[in-house]
Nanobody, 122 residues
């Protein structure tokens, strides 16, 4: 299983952020896929996760109403979107896979993508 993130970079406050995770080697529909972020000096934290079969999508409390996670079976990818980003969300964003996905916590997930940097600035 390999995961590759794309779509990070510089975003302006008040706009939107869209990052994608393309999965190769397996059909990602059979895996839980999670998005996590890590800011400098902070622990890696869960942002949003979707379980295998798409029965459950979880969002962190800070993102409810602003985050959207969607799976594209044709592209074998999972896309994370955030509206109205602010400077506090700047971090390296990672996607990761898990066969079970019981909880959106980093220790439950492997393997991982290489990460994509998100910077929020006007």
């Amino acid at each position: 299983v390999q995961l590759v993130e794309s779509g990070g970079g510089l975003v302006q406050p008040g706009t939107s952020l869209r990052i994608s995770c393309v999965v190769s080697g397996v059909d990602n529909a059979y895996y839980a896929i999670g998005w996590f972020r890590q800011a400098p000096g902070k622990k890696r934290e869960g942002v949003s996760c979707i379980n295998a079969g798409d029965l459950i999508t979880w969002y962190s409390d800070s993102g409810k109403g602003r985050f959207t996670l969607s799976r594209d079976s044709g592209q074998n990818s999972v896309t994370f979107q955030m509206t109205n980003p602010e400077s506090a969300v700047a971090a390296v964003y990672y996607c990761a896979a898990d066969k079970v996905g019981l909880a959106c916590v980093p220790r439950e997930y492997a393997p991982w993508g290489q990460g994509t940097q998100v910077t929020v600035s006007s």
